[in-house]
């Protein structure tokens, strides 16, 4: 196996990410360990600058919303762009220069907030690198622009839809994103702003581009509707910027702008179903028996739908005062998160002998890779949902009790209802490093010493540049 360091092409440059993405798995899951852990058991643990809880909250708030996500973009839009659109990409030394700057400049942010972690923010971004990554992004979507208009046909495939649609979003995140405010009320708006753009769109948008991509040629499924397909698309690009709102219910947000977030995430159940629709349909067409492969896109897509579904719910009248500002929110973040890093496992298992031209023999460790993916993310997802509904209502009783959970007796209470179900999240999170172990070996023994099997040919034509 030979990765060269400046690829000739997009097929090269993929051969570098499917090696790197367990290895960043890998260091999410220690991170989220060591975080859960310091979380749980913080007055019997050593304390530094490094390692407290809330240094490590950032730090695991960095790698998989900042690190993870970047690097998944440009994986996926060096892989599947040229792809849908039917030709290469325009400058490729350009591209590849520019994807290594995103990715760069995020992992930069890891040195740099051990050496000044007083400038490290909450979620992960470095002031001192801020600045450069806006420029770089604006930078990669001019890129992804000049390649699309490129393209003499009057659409898109839905794949570089979404991933243009991620794209964008991520720049305009972080432009938005700030430090401190004065007023509180902006941190607020900026916070529940970056997470709808950052986290919801951006992880929301790479899943959707991959499933598309792997109901169809993963599993080699004939599409049902590209109509449903844009409906879905357009639906969740205009609604869920708008859904983090509706968490700061009762806050110094203005009312209005929390109402619109709660009509408006109920308004997600249209899109849904849209995707729900094709999805099921797609899948009937399918005529490939890879149970590994077709049960983790299945199973990522379900957990999709119930983030989203949690969204829908939460938006009810009588349950929004209940869940404000609780872990409830958290579990649809990581319902995001962890549905794109279910169908990641899947696409580099696709992707593995189209690249490499090695053959993947799914055996034992593959099936409890699987398993063990599903058992910890299920897990993880309904226990964070159950802490924020005991949190939502332990607050709320406390409250008109006359008798606050947030000290005292009252969070003593509180921490006692709570305590077992962020043990259990500490116990997946242990867990969790034994899944993403078996796949970085299930890759690595493919990659070295898989059998030789027929690889992917690429026949892209080239273009030239619109007058």
Same mark, same amino acid.
């Given at each position: 196996?030979?990765?060269?360091?400046?690829?000739?092409?997009?097929?090269?440059?993929?051969?570098?990410?499917?090696?790197?993405?367990?290895?960043?798995?890998?260091?999410?899951?220690?991170?989220?360990?060591?975080?859960?852990?310091?979380?749980?058991?913080?007055?019997?643990?050593?304390?530094?600058?490094?390692?407290?809880?809330?240094?490590?909250?950032?730090?695991?708030?960095?790698?998989?919303?900042?690190?993870?996500?970047?690097?998944?973009?440009?994986?996926?839009?060096?892989?599947?762009?040229?792809?849908?659109?039917?030709?290469?990409?325009?400058?490729?030394?350009?591209?590849?220069?520019?994807?290594?700057?995103?990715?760069?400049?995020?992992?930069?942010?890891?040195?740099?907030?051990?050496?000044?972690?007083?400038?490290?923010?909450?979620?992960?971004?470095?002031?001192?690198?801020?600045?450069?990554?806006?420029?770089?992004?604006?930078?990669?979507?001019?890129?992804?622009?000049?390649?699309?208009?490129?393209?003499?046909?009057?659409?898109?495939?839905?794949?570089?839809?979404?991933?243009?649609?991620?794209?964008?979003?991520?720049?305009?995140?972080?432009?938005?994103?700030?430090?401190?405010?004065?007023?509180?009320?902006?941190?607020?708006?900026?916070?529940?702003?970056?997470?709808?753009?950052?986290?919801?769109?951006? %992880?929301?948008?790479?899943? @959707? $581009? #991959?499933?598309?991509?792997? !109901? /169809?040629?993963?599993?080699?499924? *004939?599409?049902? &509707?590209?109509?449903?397909?844009?409906?879905?698309?357009?639906?969740?690009?205009?609604?869920?910027?708008?859904?983090?709102?509706?968490?700061?219910?009762?806050?110094?947000?203005?009312?209005?702008?929390?109402?619109?977030?709660? %009509?408006?995430?109920?308004? @997600? $159940? #249209?899109?849904?179903?849209? !995707? /729900?629709?094709?999805?099921?349909? *797609?899948?009937? &067409?399918?005529?490939?028996?890879?149970?590994?492969?077709?049960?983790?896109?299945?199973?990522?897509?379900?957990?999709?739908?119930?983030?989203?579904?949690?969204?829908?719910?939460?938006?009810?009248?009588?349950?929004?005062?209940?869940?404000?500002?609780?872990?409830?929110?958290?579990?649809?973040?990581?319902?995001?998160?962890?549905?794109?890093?279910?169908?990641?496992?899947?696409?580099?298992?696709?992707?593995?002998?189209?690249?490499?031209?090695?053959?993947?023999?799914?055996?034992?460790?593959?099936?409890?890779?699987?398993?063990?993916?599903?058992?910890?993310?299920?897990?993880?997802?309904?226990?964070?949902?159950?802490?924020?509904?005991?949190?939502?209502?332990?607050?709320?009783?406390?409250?008109?009790?006359?008798?606050?959970?947030?000290?005292?007796?009252?969070?003593?209470?509180?921490?006692?209802?709570?305590?077992?179900?962020?043990?259990?999240?500490?116990?997946?999170?242990?867990?969790?490093?034994?899944?993403?172990?078996?796949?970085?070996?299930?890759?690595?023994?493919?990659?070295?010493?898989?059998?030789?099997?027929?690889?992917?040919?690429?026949?892209?034509?080239?273009?030239?540049?619109?007058?």
């Amino acid at each position: 196996m030979r990765i060269k360091i400046f690829p000739k092409n997009e097929q090269a440059f993929s051969k570098f990410f499917i090696v790197l993405t367990p290895l960043l798995l890998l260091l999410f899951g220690i991170t989220a360990l060591t975080k859960e852990a310091y979380f749980v058991f913080a007055n019997i643990l050593p304390q530094n600058n490094i390692l407290n809880s809330g240094f490590l909250e950032k730090l695991n708030n960095h790698i998989i919303y900042s690190l993870i996500l970047s690097f998944l973009i440009v994986f996926l839009t060096v892989y599947l762009l040229p792809k849908t659109l039917g030709r290469k990409l325009l400058i490729f030394p350009i591209f590849f220069l520019t994807s290594l700057g995103v990715i760069g400049l995020e992992s930069l942010d890891l040195l740099l907030a051990i050496i000044f972690p007083e400038n490290f923010l909450f979620f992960g971004n470095i002031s001192f690198t801020l600045f450069f990554k806006i420029l770089m992004l604006f930078a990669f979507v001019g890129l992804v622009i000049l390649n699309i208009l490129a393209k003499k046909e009057p659409s898109l495939f839905i794949s570089s839809q979404y991933l243009f649609g991620a794209s964008v979003f991520y720049l305009i995140s972080l432009i938005i994103y700030r430090g401190d405010y004065v007023v509180f009320s902006d941190n607020f708006f900026i916070n529940a702003m970056y997470i709808s753009t950052h986290i919801y769109v951006g %992880y929301s948008f790479v899943f @959707l $581009s #991959l499933l598309h991509f792997m !109901i /169809t040629k993963g599993i080699n499924g *004939t599409l049902y &509707s590209k109509t449903l397909g844009s409906i879905g698309f357009w639906g969740f690009l205009f609604l869920l910027p708008w859904t983090n709102f509706k968490f700061y219910f009762g806050s110094v947000l203005p009312n209005w702008i929390e109402n619109i977030s709660l %009509y408006l995430s109920i308004s @997600l $159940s #249209l899109p849904l179903l849209a !995707i /729900t629709v094709n999805f099921f349909r *797609t899948v009937a &067409s399918r005529n490939d028996e890879n149970k590994i492969i077709y049960g983790l896109v299945s199973f990522s897509f379900g957990i999709f739908v119930v983030s989203n579904i949690f969204q829908i719910v939460s938006s009810l009248s009588n349950i929004i005062p209940i869940l404000s500002l609780t872990n409830f929110e958290i579990a649809i973040r990581y319902g995001y998160v962890f549905s794109c890093l279910l169908i990641t496992v899947s696409f580099i298992y696709y992707l593995i002998p189209k690249i490499f031209g090695r053959e993947i023999k799914f055996t034992r460790i593959e099936s409890m890779t699987s398993f063990l993916l599903k058992l910890v993310v299920s897990g993880t997802l309904f226990s964070n949902a159950l802490i924020g509904i005991i949190s939502g209502y332990s607050w709320n009783a406390g409250a008109n009790a006359g008798n606050p959970t947030i000290y005292g007796e009252g969070f003593s209470l509180l921490w006692s209802l709570i305590s077992t179900p962020l043990t259990l999240i500490l116990f997946l999170s242990l867990i969790l490093l034994l899944p993403f172990f078996l796949f970085f070996l299930s890759v690595l023994k493919a990659v070295v010493n898989g059998p030789i099997t027929e690889a992917e040919t690429i026949e892209l034509t080239e273009e030239e540049l619109p007058v």
